[in-house]
């Protein structure tokens, strides 16, 4: 990605040997289309928001390595993109302690945020973009902190480290939520939800207390799955996968694009949905794309 026009990207998974091992149809490269079209092919979720909570003024965030948010209901229209890092920043810091996770945000509970090194991770110019933006851990990366630190800030230790990564994520989320606010509700999904810490300060840093996923009836550690089902029925009846607003793919795509290729391929011409697919199936597997 070069000043935020994405060219690319790549999906981990062969659709060939999906389809070998179960003998279902496979849909895969679900970002590819919309990448095609000048869309930044993420994130996808705002198709699944869009038409489960435009009833009120909505932020859904997804907290997963990387935080996604959907802004639907509010007078400024559909926007999705991005905010930066969300566990990923602190997953690769309880890496270097040996650990998974700071399990219940415990450490950055216990800890105090640098304010300068924070004000250094909040300077990075990839959080000043617009919405529709998309980043990975091609930016966020293990040595990111230590690369973006370097010099007169220097990295933080113990648990203060936890905290000021902790804040750093709840800050960049409240940035993009005010900036296309105000909302009334902050529905939050993802691996995120399990580190009260970081929940705690998103409520403080947006003025407005998350509740999960779970909550209106899905649950948290399965949107994704939903997602996917979902984006799975729209390329096989084919439709677009992505959700418009009055100027087009949010995503930022020049047109609305049916997402995925299937495997094996249909004959085009033999029926509706996408390769010309005749019946929908029963099954249908659809690749996972991580955020």
């Not at 509970?109 to 004000?119: K, M, N, P, Q, S």
Request: hydrophobic share 45%; aromatic share 4%.
């Amino acid at each position: 990605m070069e000043d935020g026009v994405v060219v690319g990207t790549l999906q981990v998974g062969d659709a060939a040997f999906v389809h070998a091992a179960t003998g279902l149809p496979v849909l895969d490269r679900l970002r590819s289309a919309d990448i095609a079209a000048g869309g930044q092919g993420a994130p996808l979720a705002s198709t699944l928001d869009a038409l489960w909570l435009a009833d009120a003024p909505t932020a859904a965030l997804n907290l997963g390595g990387i935080a996604n948010v959907t802004i639907v209901g509010t007078p400024g229209g559909l926007v999705t993109g991005d905010t930066g890092p969300a566990n990923c920043l602190l997953d690769a810091a309880a890496a270097q302690l040996g650990r998974d996770r700071d399990d219940d945000g415990a450490l950055s509970a216990a800890g105090r945020v640098d304010e300068a090194a924070l004000a250094r991770l909040l300077a990075d110019p990839y959080l000043a973009r617009p919405l529709p933006k998309s980043t990975g851990r091609e930016h966020f990366h293990a040595g990111y902190v230590a690369e973006r630190l370097a010099g007169e800030v220097g990295v933080p230790t113990g648990p203060d480290l936890f905290a000021t990564l902790a804040e750093f994520t709840a800050r960049s989320v409240a940035d993009v939520v005010a900036a296309h606010g105000p909302v009334d509700r902050l529905v939050v999904s993802g691996g995120g939800v399990a580190n009260p810490d970081l929940l705690r300060r998103i409520a403080r840093a947006t003025g407005v207390d998350p509740v999960t996923s779970d909550a209106l009836g899905l649950p948290a550690q399965a949107k994704e799955g939903y997602l996917m089902g979902l984006l799975g029925w729209l390329s096989w009846h084919g439709l677009p996968g992505v959700a418009c607003a009055p100027g087009g793919p949010v995503t930022g795509a020049s047109r609305p694009a049916v997402l995925g290729s299937l495997t094996p391929p249909v004959p085009a011409g033999v029926g509706g949905g996408i390769a010309g697919a005749p019946v929908a199936p029963r099954r249908l597997v659809v690749l996972p794309v991580p955020g």
